[in-house]
């Protein structure tokens, strides 16, 4: 099977959703070329597993270039964000889905040892080689139904580069033994750096403002988002529903009126 027509639900994937932009955004559907473009990026997904212009070509047999390909993603106006926040829509509706959990998870990418040419790339451990390696972190919000698990939202994280030169430098000092006083002040945030709690908070807003009608059953999140101000935060935006996190071992618990480490009281005997 080769990719110079798109498959058939594929098609009528992209029909439905230029119907669905024409109602909620006007203006924003996709033109015809841009459509084409989509229909054939699907197709070779679905055929070689994979998203890579060469392979798409190939398959094509030459009918469509790499360098067109990669242009149309490139400079096209094409409204990616309301391409997700549609196609949510329409799978939402297609299953009949009013309500769910929301889980936040995130996912460390290995790249390359070298590459800094791709979005939000920075040096991260690698679990496999104990090494280093180039890398993207994505915080993904899910919606977990009785029916199906969809991703909803995505954000990529990267630690601030100036925050994280200064700790280095903060730690090698420390060791040195450089009084707190004559050590370089922290530098404030980057706004364009949000923290991953930071993340989680604005995809959770944006999932209220995008599917206003879906109720939310709860929140659920890793030991990393356990803090009183995200969990505050994120029971008001999600209309006051549990939420859930992992704890962690330094955290303290209150158990029959005493206040404990979780270390503790994991490792207290158990009786009765």
């Known amino acids: 099977m080769l990719m110079n027509v798109p498959a058939t639900f594929i098609q009528s994937y992209i029909d439905d959703l230029n119907d669905a932009l024409n ?8 033109t015809r070329i841009q459509a084409a473009w989509l229909g054939t990026c699907l197709t070779g997904i679905l055929l070689m597993n994979s998203i890579c212009w060469a392979k798409f ?9 790499v360098a067109a390909l990669s242009w149309v993603f490139r400079k096209a106006s094409i409204p990616c964000d309301w391409l997700l926040r549609v196609s949510v829509v329409l799978i939402l509706k297609r299953y009949g889905i009013t309500e769910g959990v929301l889980a936040f998870d995130e996912s460390d ?8 040419r791709i979005y939000k790339v920075y040096k991260q451990k690698h679990k496999g080689s104990g090494g280093y390696v180039n ?5 993904l919000l899910l919606l977990v139904t009785s029916s199906i698990t969809v991703p909803v939202g995505f954000f ?6 100036a925050l994280k030169q200064w700790d280095k430098e903060d730690k090698r000092l420390k060791k040195s ?8 002040i922290k530098p404030e945030r980057d706004s364009a750096y949000p923290t991953k709690t930071e993340i989680a908070l604005g995809l959770l807003k944006e999932f209220k403002v995008a599917h206003s009608l879906i109720k939310i059953k709860g929140v659920l999140a890793d030991a990393l988002y356990g803090e009183k101000a995200f969990m505050d935060e994120a029971a008001k935006e999600s209309g006051g529903s549990q939420v859930i996190s992992q704890l962690r071992k330094n955290q303290n618990i209150e158990y029959r009126g005493r ?11 158990r009786t009765g």
Do not use: H, N
């Open 23 to 30: 109602q909620l955004k006007p203006r924003a559907a996709l």
């Open 57 to 65: 070509e190939r398959a094509s047999l030459g009918d469509c270039k």
């Open 109 to 116: 990418r290995a790249r390359s040892k070298s590459t800094k």
């Open 135 to 139: 890398g993207q972190t994505i915080v």
């Open 156 to 161: 990529f994280y990267m630690p601030d580069p």
């Open 177 to 184: 033994g450089i009084a707190k006083k004559d050590r370089p």
């Open 259 to 269: 206040i404990r480490s979780v270390e503790s009281y994991r490792c207290q005997p």
